[in-house]
């Protein structure tokens, strides 16, 4: 009998598994499918601190993107640290705003992790206006870039464009990569707690004891724990209603389009245009597209973004795939000459009011919440799960979960 079992193997569910192994509980994660075979493996991996209002959202971002340099900076199994020879990190303590920005990219920790920087610009004064505002707002490390300057950090960037925003902690991970990296060290690395993965396995309901959750029922039978964490993502209100819980989690569906491998390094760091923050927080159901372009270690560059509430429908949409390839030749003109040779959609676990659900649920003991975070999943994993973890053995939290209580929506405001 596990102390934990955590439903869902993405990102998420990973670093919920891996923190609580850490702690030194025994934990089993089960998913239906494969390990990152839903939302995380439709991700782009961005680890994102430019994109947040200031709140408790951008308060989980900034400990997050520390614990991720953490876990690229930790020595792989086998002993030496992970990393090209000569990168630098900063410790990734506590600390505060500033913490973990680093001189050169950290690279590697099992997972292609690039510290390489996020580049926010602006088509007009109006708008640069508006980024440097937030970027104050913010209160994190961030350069104010004028429009003669943009070529320094991006040779390639199409001209005209009035400035941007340059945020040194953007970074950026291949999110199959880090949920399975996760998995894999929590499964080999503690003594005292031990992790076990079930793929192919479907929660069906939940085993009750008392006045609490005891475990899980699935397809192939019950997993009894002292706790069950729902890290269903674009699922978890399905999941949570089984337990007789209301949390509103919707499908937001986006397309990301995947180009040829490029000789060189012609983008530098993760470039997207004002209107991506804009988008992140609009609460419309319809279409809403925004460039955002980034090369990979691999050579291919990633294309997105786009958002529409449209269920679960997974119908290829060839009018956004090409809106998308328009905006991305937009900002970088140099980008005509290469061919896309793949296009994938993916489902943002949306909620009304752009929190994350994090914490025990206080309709149901012994259901604990860790889903709803829509596009930001893959960077505000490592806080979710620390804080989940220390929420399961009884530690008070390191941030504030009031916010994301899983109690906070009314039926009829969702």
């Known amino acids: 009998m596990p102390d934990v079992v955590v439903v869902g193997a993405g990102v998420v569910g990973a ?19 494969a390990v990152a075979g ?29 614990l991720w340099r953490d876990l690229a900076g930790a020595a792989p199994e086998g002993g030496a640290r992970n990393g090209a020879p000569g990168d630098e990190r900063v410790d990734a303590g506590p600390g505060g705003a500033g913490a973990g920005v680093v001189d050169r990219p950290v690279t590697g920790g099992g997972f292609e992790f690039e510290a390489k920087g996020g580049l926010v610009v ?59 990296s996760l998995i894999r060290r929590g499964a080999e690395r ?25 475990g899980v029922t699935t397809d192939h039978g019950d997993i009894l724990a002292g706790a ?25 569906r986006g397309f990301v389009l995947v180009t040829e491998p490029l000789a060189g390094p012609l983008i530098r760091h993760k470039v997207y245009t004002a209107a991506y923050v804009t988008a992140v927080a609009s609460d419309s159901e319809g279409l809403q ?27 290829m949409s060839v009018p956004v795939l090409e809106r998308l390839a328009r905006q991305a030749v937009e900002l970088f003109p140099a980008l005509a000459a290469y061919r896309v040779i793949r296009a994938y959609c993916g489902f943002r676990p949306y909620c009304p009011d752009h929190l994350p659900v994090i914490g025990e649920d206080p309709r149901v003991r012994g259901l604990y919440h860790a889903c ?25 939290p390191d941030l504030d979960l009031t916010p994301f209580r899983p109690d906070r929506f009314t039926r009829e405001a969702s």
């Open 190 to 214: 503690f003594g005292r707690g031990a992790l076990m993965l079930r793929t192919g396995v479907t929660v069906t309901g939940f085993v009750t004891g008392g006045d609490r959750i005891a």
């Open 289 to 315: 597209t925004s460039a955002v372009v980034e090369s990979t270690p691999a050579g291919p560059v990633l294309i997105g973004a786009s958002r529409e509430r449209v269920g679960f429908d997974r119908t």
């Open 38 to 66: 839903g939302t995380t493996g439709a991700g782009e991996g961005n680890i994102l601190v430019s994109d947040k209002e200031p709140g408790p959202e951008l308060d989980l971002a900034l400990l997050s993107n520390r």
């Open 122 to 180: 602006a088509e007009t004064d109006e708008i640069l206006a508006a980024l440097t505002d937030l970027a104050g707002k913010q209160g994190v490390e961030h350069v104010a870039v004028a429009a003669g300057e943009l070529g320094d950090y991006e040779p390639h960037l199409a001209k005209g464009l009035a400035g941007g925003v340059f945020y040194p902690q953007d970074a950026q991970v291949q999110p199959m990569l880090a949920a399975a």
């Open 372 to 396: 709803g975070h829509e596009g930001a999943g893959i960077g505000l994993a490592p806080a979710t799960g620390h804080l989940i973890a220390q929420l399961l053995i009884g530690l008070g």
């Open 15 to 33: 670093a919920c598994a891996y923190y609580a192994a850490r702690a030194g509980l025994d934990v089993v994660v089960v998913d239906r499918g």
């Open 228 to 252: 069950v964490v729902n890290a269903a993502g674009t699922w978890g209100g399905e999941l949570a209603a089984l337990a007789g819980a209301h949390v509103p989690i919707l499908p937001r």
